[in-house]
C-alpha cells in the first residue's frame, strides 16, 4: 500500500468513525473550540488594545491646567517653555470657553452642569502634542518643571495611562496565553480520552487487523487523522465565533462604542486565522498520539482478544 | 513449518505454561494438538504468530526464527499464516465480504481486487453466495467459515486453528472439519488445537499431546476404514460448491467496502 492511498484509507476511515460516534466526537470538537475561543478572544483583545495604545501614543500630549486666577502671562510663560522644543509637535491653548464646548461635544447630556451659573467651570490650559519621536525623558523633566511654574494647577501627562493601557495589554496577552495553553491542554485531554473510547468502540477490529497481520501504522493512522479533523473542527469553530463575535461588537450602538473600539477594531489576519484553525489541528494529533501510545493501544487490542 | 527446540513458557507467577517442548511439523502435514484445559495448547498455537513469546528455546516456522523476530517484522510474519479461533472474531457491523478481506485491504488490494478475492476465498468455504450478509445473520458453522476464508485469503502455507468446532454441534464440526481436510489436501500445511477425542480419531491424522505444559505424546492414527468424513473425502475433495460464476454477478456490481 502506497502513502498516498494509506492517507486516503486514514481520512475515509476517520471520517466514517466520526459520523459513527459523532456526539463523543462534537464533545472534543467543542472542548477544543472554547479553549481556541477563549484563548483566541485574550489574544485579539490584546492585540486590539495595543493598536490602540499605538494609535494612542501617536495623539499623546501633555496637559498644562491653570488655575483660575492665572493670567495672560503665565499661560504666555508655559507655552514659550514648549514652543521649539524638538518633541514638540504642537502647542494649542484651550481657553475656558473651548474647554467646555469640547465637553459639550463630548458628552451632550452633560451639558447642563457648564450651565448652572452661566460661566465654564473649566480651567484654561495649554496643550503640548507629543511628536512620535518624542524624548520620553526630556518630556517628562519639561513637564514636571511646569508643576511648580506660577499659576499652573495641574500638569497631565499623557504617556502615565498610555504606560498603564500597555501594561494592560500586556497582561491581557499573558492571561491569553495562560489560559489558552491551560484550556488547549485540557482539550488535548479531552481529545485524548475520545480517541482512546473510539479505540475501544473498534477494539475488536483492531484485534483482528493485528491478528491478519497489519502494521501498528495502519491500524493508529486513521484514530490520528480523526483526533486532527477534531482539532481542525474545533479550530474553524473558535475562529468562526471569534469572528462573529468581533462582528457583533463593532455593530454595537454608540453607547458601547468605546468598548467596540478598544476591543474589536481589528480581527486576525487569515494567516493568523489558519494558525490558529493548524494549532487546533495540531492539538487533536497530540491528543490522538498521546492517548494511543503503544501501551494504551495493547491494553484496547487485549479487550478486543478477550471479547473477541 | 514448524519447528519447535526446547520451548519453555514461564509466567513471573512461576506458573509454566510449557515445558520444554519439541517437536518439527513438515510441510503440508494435518496435526491435531489436545489435551486437557489449561494444557498449554493455546500458549503453543500463540507463539507460531507471535503472539507470545517463549521464555526459553527457539521456534521456527517457515524457516523464521519467531522468537527473535523483532516487534515490527510480526506483521509481516502474520501475513503468512492463516488464523483461526474457537470464537470466529468476526465484525458484526461488518459483511462477509469485508470481513474477508482486511488483509487485502491492508496489502493496498483496490476495491475490485478485493471483491475477486472475497467471492474466491468465500466460494472455497461455500459461502460465495452471501458476501453482502452480515454476521449474525449466519449459522455458527457458516460464520466459521467465514473465519477460515478470512484466514485463507492470502493463500497461507500454514493454517492454524485453536478449537475451531468448539462452539459448534457435530454435525457443523464435521463440515468444517471436512473443509480442513479439504484444505490440507490442496498442500496448506494445518495445526488444530481441539480438546474433542472423538473427532481427532475418527480423522485419523498425526497427534500431539500436551498435559501440563508438557508434550507427552506424538503420535499418527489411522483413520476408521467406515469414517464418513474420510469416505466423501476420497470420492469428492472439492468442496467448492459454488457455481463458477464472476463476482460482478454475486455482488450485483456493488464494490467490497473493506
Do not use: C
Amino acid at each position: 500500500m502506497t502513502f498516498t492511498q494509506a492517507l486516503a484509507y486514514f481520512f475515509r476511515e476517520a471520517a466514517v468513525s466520526l459520523a459513527r460516534s459523532w456526539k463523543v466526537s462534537m464533545l472534543a470538537v467543542l472542548t477544543i473550540a472554547v479553549s481556541l475561543f477563549i484563548g483566541g478572544a485574550f489574544l485579539l483583545t490584546g492585540s486590539n488594545l495595543a493598536s490602540l495604545a499605538e494609535e494612542w501614543r501617536g495623539e499623546a500630549r501633555v496637559v498644562v491646567y491653570f488655575e483660575p486666577t492665572a493670567g495672560e502671562a503665565e499661560r504666555r510663560a508655559v507655552r514659550a517653555a514648549a514652543d521649539g522644543q524638538p518633541w514638540a509637535r504642537e502647542v494649542v491653548e484651550v481657553s475656558p470657553a473651548e474647554a467646555a464646548e469640547r465637553f459639550r461635544a463630548s458628552f451632550p447630556s452633560l451639558g447642563d452642569l457648564l450651565e448652572s451659573d452661566g460661566a465654564s467651570p473649566l480651567p484654561a490650559s495649554v496643550e503640548v502634542l507629543l511628536a512620535p519621536e518624542a524624548d520620553a525623558a526630556a518630556v517628562s523633566a519639561w513637564a514636571e518643571g511646569q508643576r511648580g511654574a506660577p499659576g499652573v494647577d495641574m500638569v497631565d501627562d499623557d504617556r502615565d495611562w498610555l504606560g498603564q493601557l500597555e501594561a494592560l495589554t500586556t497582561l491581557v496577552r499573558g492571561a491569553g496565553l495562560v489560559l489558552g495553553a491551560v484550556l488547549l491542554a485540557a482539550a488535548i485531554f479531552t481529545i485524548a480520552s475520545v480517541i482512546r473510547l473510539t479505540a475501544y468502540l473498534y477494539h475488536e477490529e483492531i484485534a483482528v487487523m493485528r491478528l491478519v497481520g497489519a502494521t501498528e501504522f495502519f491500524i493508529r493512522g486513521p484514530f490520528y487523522v480523526e483526533g486532527m479533523l477534531q482539532g481542525l473542527l474545533g479550530g474553524v469553530l473558535a475562529v468562526l465565533g471569534l469572528y462573529a463575535g468581533s462582528q457583533a461588537m463593532m455593530t454595537q450602538d454608540a453607547a458601547t462604542g468605546l468598548l467596540s473600539r478598544a476591543l474589536a477594531p481589528g480581527f486576525f489576519s487569515p494567516r493568523e486565522a489558519v494558525a490558529l484553525v493548524l494549532l487546533g489541528g495540531a492539538a487533536g494529533l497530540l491528543g490522538s498520539l498521546l492517548s494511543l501510545r503503544r501501551e494504551k493501544l495493547d491494553e484496547v487490542a487485549e479487550v478486543g482478544q478477550a471479547e473477541g | 513449518m514448524i519447528q519447535f527446540f526446547h520451548v519453555t513458557k514461564s509466567y513471573p507467577g512461576g506458573q509454566t505454561a510449557l515445558d520444554d517442548v519439541t517437536f518439527d511439523i513438515p510441510r503440508g502435514q494435518f496435526v491435531f494438538l489436545t489435551g486437557a484445559s489449561g494444557a498449554g495448547k493455546t500458549t503453543l498455537l500463540k507463539m507460531i504468530f507471535r503472539e507470545e513469546v517463549p521464555s526459553d528455546g527457539q521456534i521456527l516456522v517457515n524457516g523464521r526464527n519467531v522468537a527473535s523476530l523483532p516487534r515490527g517484522k510480526i506483521p509481516y510474519l502474520r501475513r503468512t499464516l492463516g488464523v483461526v479461533f474457537q470464537d470466529f472474531r468476526l465484525i458484526p457491523r461488518k459483511t462477509v465480504a469485508e470481513n474477508v478481506t482486511y488483509l487485502p485491504r491492508v496489502l493496498g488490494h483496490d476495491a475490485k481486487s478485493r471483491k475477486n478475492l472475497a467471492y474466491q476465498a468465500l466460494r472455497r468455504v461455500g459461502l460465495a453466495h452471501r458476501t453482502k450478509a452480515f454476521p449474525t445473520e449466519l449459522s455458527g458453522g457458516e460464520q466459521q467459515r467465514v473465519a477460515i476464508a478470512r484466514a485463507l485469503i492470502n493463500e497461507p502455507e500454514l493454517l492454524i486453528a485453536d478449537e475451531p468446532t468448539g462452539n459448534l454441534d457435530p454435525d457443523l464440526s464435521e463440515e468444517i472439519l471436512r473443509l480442513f481436510l479439504d484444505i490440507n489436501r490442496r498442500g496448506t500445511t494445518l495445526l488444530i488445537a481441539t480438546h474433542d477425542r472423538e473427532l481427532i480419531q475418527r480423522t485419523g491424522r498425526r497427534v500431539l499431546t500436551l498435559n501440563q505444559g508438557r508434550l507427552v505424546g506424538d503420535e499418527s492414527l489411522e483413520a476408521p476404514a467406515t469414517v464418513p468424513i474420510l469416505r466423501e473425502l476420497d470420492r469428492e475433495p472439492d468442496l467448492d460448491r459454488e457455481p463458477d460464476r464472476e463476482p460482478a454477478e454475486v455482488d450485483d456490481g456493488q464494490e467490497v467496502e473493506a
